[in-house]
């Protein structure tokens, strides 16, 4: 297909297909004549993923192209690619707390981290907002609140296990790069929202009134 | 106890404490002469709820107030005062979806609430917020995601059930109330920071190399 199909397409606009060439963030087509390319469904493909990178991930350009570096190199493990893609993932930074605290936070991390045998690296910016979370809580007086760590880490690991059959259940490598950046990113929004209401629903049995739940005294239960 | 010494006590300086008496999120002490008062521990455990609430939730003052005043009122149940204060917490919010995408969302979401038998309001932030997420997907062309709901509905029921059983064990209305908004930020938090790092490390078994994990090409599974 030529350059104005492709853009149908893919819903990409010509000028910003243009942008993606010159950036090295999409292939290029097969050369026509001077003036023309022919695109094909690799194309169309690797603009959704493009696409996923920057609009719904927020990666930099410049992460987005490590990111496609890294998935069109033969030698690397998709474990790897994914890993790259995470990296650049927006997270929760936290760089307030004071040594003490961020000292604590380490300690508490690594010792949930171990006990669990998750396979983690120390730089990884997932690792850094675990510390920072748990520092600013140490800092504000809540370090008694990582006494639900373990729960929300089992939850994370069912959660986990259901995105990577998620994108490993889909068909190309690409398209599994692109699952993970979206499932990622929706899946933070789809769990925060679910656990408040879920919250809200637990709330209703445990503290609510109007006949509807088990009135209980707050400091009645232990 | 003097104002300087509340300000001590509680680390909030005496300029903020004086806001808070002004705003009436903070109760007067008891007058011992026209320029002095007297604070007790009422006063520092409520400046924490009053931080808690402004800086860690984010809430505006005034709904901060509307959380206090439902608070300090016998008639209320806790889980009403809950739900005031989680009104308040901040929550992705999505507004570009088109018809054809929100009423997708809302009758997938209506199904889901309902097959758990949650209760929940139809105007709460939550509702909302969730609709806006699956709208999104589905205008992105990302509706199949929501095949992972029922597992994050799963997990988000688990994590809400350790989140009231921590704030239930708490010794007092204001620390529940309070326990609530930290929990749920930081725990959101948390939450992200786990899934990550738990992520990662379920990729690493089935996506890596080196040895390391069992090598499936991604086509290989269903």
Redesign the interface.
């Known amino acids: 297909m030529r350059m104005a199909e492709l853009s149908r397409e893919s819903g990409v606009p010509v000028a910003t297909i243009k942008y993606y060439l010159r950036e090295g963030l999409l292939h290029p087509g097969e050369r026509t004549s001077p003036n023309q390319a022919h695109y094909n469904d690799t194309h169309v493909q690797r603009l ?1 993923l493009v696409r996923a990178l920057l ?2 991930g927020s990666l930099s350009v410049a992460t987005a192209k490590e990111v496609l570096v890294a998935l069109d190199s033969s030698e690397m ?4 690619v ?2 790259v893609t ?1 990296y650049g ?1 927006p ?2 930074n936290t760089e307030q707390a004071d040594e003490e605290a961020r000292e604590w936070a380490r300690a508490t991390a690594e010792r949930l ?1 171990d006990e669990r045998g ?3 690296e120390e730089d ?4 850094d ?2 510390i920072g ?2 520092a ?2 140490y800092t ?3 370090a008694d ?1 990582a ?3 373990d ?14 059959r ?1 994108i ?6 690409e398209s ?1 790069v692109e ?2 950046v ?3 990113l ?25 006949g ?2 088990e ?2 005294s ?2 009645g ?2």
């Open positions: 959704r609009d719904v493990s998709l474990h790897h994914l890993g995470q993932l997270l929760a981290l998750w396979v983690y990884s910016p997932a690792v907002s675990l979370v748990l600013t809580m504000l007086g809540y609140l006494s639900v760590l729960r929300y880490a089992d939850s994370a690991e069912n959660i986990a296990e259901a995105d990577v998620y490993a259940g889909l068909p190309s490598t599994i699952g993970m979206v499932g990622t929706f899946g933070d929004a789809l769990l925060v929202a679910l656990r408040r209401l879920a919250q809200a629903s637990v709330s209703a049995t445990v503290f609510g009134s109007d509807e739940g009135e209980i707050p400091r239960s232990a």
